[in-house]
């Protein structure tokens, strides 16, 4: 099952919370349960909204993490070389976005 367009919209529509209603999320997200895969989306999706919150010190652990398990992929990837980029770690943000 494809679930990109559902998390494309998903994403879309998180824009328009608050940021009480963000955490929220975020809480609900990281004490749930589920396979690898389900897991590894929702911290996608958890990173995502610390990145909408300009919140690198709470994203960077999760996007470490998932990088470190393997799962790299360019959002993945990116999101992580963003990161390091902003708090100017340059090169760690180049080294990066070379193994894309």
Request: charged share 25%; proline share 2%; net charge negative.
């Amino acid at each position: 099952m494809n679930f990109l367009p559902t998390v494309i919209n998903f994403l879309n529509y998180i824009n328009e919370w608050d940021n009480f209603e963000r955490d929220k999320l975020v809480l609900c997200i990281r004490d749930a349960d589920g396979s690898n895969h389900s897991k590894e989306i929702l911290n996608e999706i958890t990173g995502f909204i610390h990145l909408t919150n300009n919140d690198y010190e709470k994203a960077l652990p999760i996007f470490q993490e998932l990088f470190d398990q393997h799962h790299r992929n360019t959002f993945t990837v990116r999101s992580l070389a963003g990161i390091h980029a902003k708090q100017g770690r340059l090169d760690i943000a180049q080294k990066l976005l070379q193994s894309l």
